[in-house]
């Protein structure tokens, strides 16, 4: 939903032009309700689009899980970077110990945040291939009724 903010006073303000789908379907005329539907060109043209998007999901969810591993190895390391400089400091704790000390170093920490930023982000993409995946649904059905109402 586009909104405005106010820069002086960080007010939000929702958009005026946006236009919303009325609850009393039953009380409009047919006319109204053709107005909410979008033409067979423009239903065509989004599934183009939407097909267009559906092309670049494996590169993008290669590229997410390309990100997770690398983030996980790098955790991997700054974990042992750290269980290796406490064994130094502490060389009386065993390794359980030290590793569980190694969680709170600032290079671990920084390391499971980049993990849980790219796990996200490939959740993220995995939830954007499933709404591309309806959208096409729904737009293949316009599509198919729109055909159907030519003949």
């Known amino acids: 939903m586009p909104e405005t903010v106010q820069p002086q006073t960080g007010e939000v303000t929702d958009a005026r032009d946006l236009e919303l789908v009325p609850f009393n379907l039953a009380a ?6 053709l107005a909410l539907f979008p033409s067979e ?3 065509a043209g989004a599934l183009i689009k939407a097909r267009q998007a559906s092309s670049r999901v494996p590169a993008a969810l290669n590229q997410r899980r390309e990100e997770l591993r690398s983030a996980e190895r790098a955790l991997t390391v700054q974990l042992g970077l750290a269980v290796r ?8 704790a065993t390794l359980t110990e030290r590793r569980m000390i190694a969680a709170t ?3 671990v920490i920084a390391a499971q945040e980049r993990r ?4 996200l982000l490939l959740e993220y993409t995995r939830d954007w291939e499933r709404a591309i995946a309806r ?4 737009l293949r059905s316009l599509n198919a009724n729109f055909r159907g109402e030519r003949k």
């Not at 849980?116 to 796990?119: C, F």
């Open 28 to 33: 409009m005329d047919e006319d109204a309700l």
């Open 41 to 43: 060109v423009q239903a």
């Open 85 to 92: 400089d406490l064994a130094a400091e502490l060389p009386r």
């Open 105 to 107: 170093d600032p290079r």
């Open 116 to 119: 849980d930023d790219a796990w």
């Open 135 to 138: 959208d096409i649904d729904i």
